[in-house]
């Protein structure tokens, strides 16, 4: 029946083309199912109030995140960025800039999607195509989820509290597929926006990007698994710019500070609140999830308020009630399918980590290697999570007798690629570009990130073996 449920979702999702209706039916299906093999009450009212409880928490990202960037948008915001970044001879090195580096440094900051809501909307004005602007955001922002927003991903999902094993191992698989990831970009950016790459002209900034990232992750994640991601983007840009960017098209750093100030605020604030309110919650009823009184949406209203107390106080509230009206409108079907779909995931969760629990232990040592990276994006696809994945799946890998911290780092790096391909993370920012771009056109682009990253993932894990 659990295969069942998942055909239904993928046939709405490829026949159909209406996700919701494929994650309706998974649902309506797998609840038959249970009812009609007399399942306890428990197994079926806590899995769907938990995602109900889930779906509010994303309904307020996904506002916050909308209502942020339209009041950036409709006050000209990103009028001076367009005009600058227009200028520059090579438009790859805008989408390095953006969606690796920029990317690596929010998710080490904010995890939970942030990222490609952000970054999205940013590529858009810059003047890539609507899938360009879904796409190559999704498919940057993998590498960096392996150690996620400090260290979730590890601490959550893995148990993982300091740089040991397993951690090393995280680095040393990701390692090429760090210095390959921007050619990877490059190809796709060549496919979306339907260009031909001079790659004998574009290849040393695409390598040079590559190392810009791999020096910080690697230097990072040896000692720290909470910074590798923060460092990587931060680190990583200044040396790319520096290196990379011809000093003509360099921009100042008033042009820098006057474009992404909203953006520095809201991390600043983000911090706080993650800094005071990260430890409590709102504990409603075990084994209810409790509601964390930490809500990056919350963040991004209040960073959307205070913009615009700074360019227009006269007229905020007006301004704010205008916005809010236009995102609800513009939200209110990319809730019903996340509200579906996360209800779906939290049914079959205790089913999925059972089998893996069940048959994984019986496999071969190089069927785990091949076997391991894949069950981790298929966690991610399912959950929209890395920490959920590695969470989901962890026991079922710890079955195994041997080579467990090499596992459980392949476990890891298969979560983190997984986000390029979550239903959930395509759903949240197609409703931020708001763009017609259908969600099976998104996963056939992001399966070769998948595909070309796992197969340089198992490879380099056969020298550990």
Same mark, same amino acid.
């Given at each position: 029946?659990?295969?069942?449920?998942?055909?239904?979702?993928?046939?709405?999702?490829?026949?159909?083309?209406?996700?919701?209706?494929?994650?309706? @039916?998974?649902?309506?299906?797998?609840?038959?199912?249970?009812?009609?093999?007399?399942?306890?009450?428990?197994?079926?009212?806590?899995? &769907? !109030?938990?995602?109900?409880?889930?779906?509010?928490?994303?309904?307020?990202?996904?506002?916050?995140?909308?209502?942020?960037?339209?009041?950036?948008?409709?006050?000209?915001?990103?009028?001076?960025?367009?005009?600058?970044?227009?200028?520059?001879?090579? =438009?790859?090195?805008?989408?390095?800039?953006?969606?690796?580096?920029?990317?690596?440094?929010?998710?080490?900051?904010?995890?939970?999607?942030?990222?490609?809501?952000?970054?999205?909307?940013? +590529?858009?004005?810059?003047?890539? %195509? *609507?899938?360009? !602007?879904?796409?190559? *955001?999704? @498919? $940057?922002?993998? #590498?960096?989820?392996?150690?996620? $927003?400090?260290?979730?991903?590890?601490?959550?999902?893995? /148990?993982?509290?300091?740089?040991?094993?397993?951690?090393?191992?995280?680095?040393?698989?990701?390692?090429?597929?760090?210095?390959?990831?921007?050619?990877?970009?490059?190809?796709?950016?060549? =496919?979306?926006?339907?260009?031909?790459?001079?790659?004998?002209?574009?290849?040393?900034?695409?390598?040079?990007?590559?190392?810009?990232?791999?020096?910080?992750?690697?230097?990072?994640?040896?000692?720290?698994?909470?910074?590798?991601?923060?460092?990587?983007?931060?680190?990583? &840009?200044?040396?790319?710019?520096?290196?990379?960017?011809?000093?003509?098209?360099?921009?100042?750093?008033?042009?820098?500070?006057?474009?992404?100030?909203?953006?520095?605020?809201?991390?600043?604030?983000?911090?706080?609140?993650?800094?005071?309110?990260?430890?409590?919650?709102?504990?409603? =009823?075990?084994?209810?999830?409790?509601?964390?009184?930490?809500?990056?949406?919350?963040?991004?209203?209040?960073?959307?308020?205070?913009?615009?107390?700074?360019? %227009? %106080?006269?007229?905020?509230?007006?301004?704010?009630?205008?916005?809010?009206?236009?995102?609800?409108?513009?939200?209110?079907?990319?809730? &019903?399918?996340?509200?579906?779909?996360?209800?779906?995931?939290?049914?079959?969760?205790?089913?999925?980590?059972?089998?893996?629990?069940?048959?994984? !232990?019986?496999?071969?040592?190089?069927?785990?290697?091949?076997?391991?990276?894949? +069950? /981790?994006?298929?966690?991610?696809?399912?959950?929209?999570? @890395?920490?959920?994945?590695?969470?989901?799946?962890?026991?079922?890998?710890?079955?195994?007798?041997?080579?467990?911290?090499?596992?459980?780092?392949?476990?890891?790096?298969?979560? $983190?690629?997984?986000?390029?391909?979550?239903?959930?993370?395509?759903?949240?920012?197609?409703?931020?570009?708001?763009?017609?771009?259908?969600?099976?056109?998104?996963?056939?682009?992001? &399966?070769?990130? #998948?595909?070309?990253?796992?197969?340089?993932?198992?490879?380099?894990?056969?020298?550990?073996?």
């Amino acid at each position: 029946m659990l295969l069942l449920s998942f055909l239904a979702l993928l046939t709405g999702v490829f026949v159909f083309k209406k996700l919701w209706l494929g994650a309706m @039916a998974a649902v309506i299906i797998y609840l038959i199912f249970k009812i009609s093999m007399h399942a306890s009450f428990d197994t079926i009212t806590v899995p &769907l !109030s938990s995602g109900f409880l889930i779906s509010f928490e994303l309904t307020l990202l996904l506002f916050g995140a909308f209502l942020f960037y339209n009041i950036l948008s409709s006050n000209n915001h990103f009028n001076d960025f367009n005009n600058i970044t227009s200028a520059f001879s090579s =438009k790859l090195s805008i989408v390095i800039i953006l969606c690796l580096f920029m990317g690596s440094f929010m998710e080490g900051i904010a995890g939970f999607g942030i990222p490609t809501m952000l970054i999205a909307p940013l +590529m858009l004005v810059v003047g890539f %195509k *609507p899938l360009t !602007s879904i796409v190559l *955001p999704l @498919a $940057a922002n993998t #590498i960096a989820v392996t150690f996620g $927003a400090l260290g979730t991903p590890l601490k959550i999902g893995l /148990g993982i509290n300091t740089s040991d094993e397993t951690v090393l191992l995280t680095l040393l698989l990701n390692s090429l597929p760090a210095l390959t990831l921007p050619f990877i970009m490059a190809f796709l950016y060549g =496919k979306t926006e339907q260009l031909k790459i001079d790659w004998r002209k574009e290849w040393k900034i695409l390598l040079g990007a590559g190392f810009c990232y791999l020096i910080p992750y690697l230097s990072t994640g040896y000692f720290s698994i909470e910074y590798p991601s923060v460092v990587a983007g931060v680190f990583g &840009l200044i040396s790319f710019v520096f290196f990379f960017i011809p000093k003509k098209e360099n921009p100042s750093l008033t042009f820098w500070w006057n474009t992404f100030y909203p953006y520095l605020l809201f991390v600043f604030l983000l911090v706080i609140a993650k800094y005071y309110l990260g430890d409590y919650a709102w504990k409603i =009823k075990e084994p209810l999830k409790p509601i964390s009184f930490y809500q990056p949406g919350v963040v991004f209203i209040l960073t959307g308020i205070l913009y615009l107390f700074l360019i %227009k %106080k006269r007229q905020l509230v007006l301004a704010l009630f205008h916005q809010s009206k236009t995102t609800v409108f513009k939200i209110a079907k990319p809730i &019903l399918t996340i509200v579906f779909l996360v209800c779906f995931t939290q049914l079959i969760q205790q089913d999925v980590s059972g089998i893996a629990h069940r048959y994984y !232990s019986d496999l071969s040592k190089t069927v785990q290697v091949f076997i391991t990276p894949v +069950m /981790g994006v298929s966690g991610s696809f399912i959950t929209g999570s @890395a920490s959920m994945s590695n969470l989901l799946l962890s026991n079922g890998v710890r079955s195994s007798n041997t080579n467990l911290p090499l596992l459980l780092a392949l476990l890891n790096t298969g979560s $983190a690629i997984g986000n390029a391909i979550s239903l959930q993370n395509i759903v949240m920012v197609k409703s931020i570009i708001n763009y017609p771009i259908r969600i099976e056109k998104v996963l056939q682009y992001n &399966l070769v990130v #998948i595909g070309f990253y796992l197969a340089l993932t198992i490879a380099v894990s056969f020298i550990f073996l």
